[in-house]
């Protein structure tokens, strides 16, 4: 497994914009699949953004398409998240999420990632 590190979060205003940092450890990070969920309180963890090993392929969950940004950096062992236009109903704590590359590839389920970090408060305010 690869240990994982979220940092970037905060308070910021509607319409406002932050990014999110996942540091990674272990030298195999360039072939792990990576994901961004997110948790507001009372609700259900929520897929928000995932990327391919390379970096060829990513995906964004329709609530925050046309907003927010996913990327990756193998030589820093990172990935981000930039978040644009923020809005309150994306307060929640930021999961970044990892998962080995291989056949299958269930990018926006918690059940398809192996590897959790902490996670990190994003809170936006009206």
């Known amino acids: 497994q690869v240990q994982l590190v979220e940092s970037g979060g905060g308070l910021v205003q509607a319409g406002g914009s932050l990014r999110l940092s996942c540091a990674a450890s272990?030298?195999?990070?360039?072939?792990?699949?990576m994901g961004w969920f997110r948790q507001a309180p009372g609700k259900e963890r929520e897929f928000v953004a995932a990327i391919n090993w390379s970096g060829g392929i990513t995906y964004i969950a329709v609530s925050v398409k046309g907003r927010f940004t996913i990327s990756r950096d193998n030589a820093k062992n990172t990935v981000y998240l930039q978040m644009n236009s923020l809005k309150p109903e994306d307060t929640a704590v930021y999961y970044c999420a990892a998962t080995p590359k291989g056949d299958t590839y269930i990018y926006n389920k918690p059940l398809g990632y192996d590897s959790w970090g902490q996670g990190t408060q994003v809170t936006v305010s009206s």
């Open positions: 272990g030298r195999t990070f360039s072939s792990y699949n």
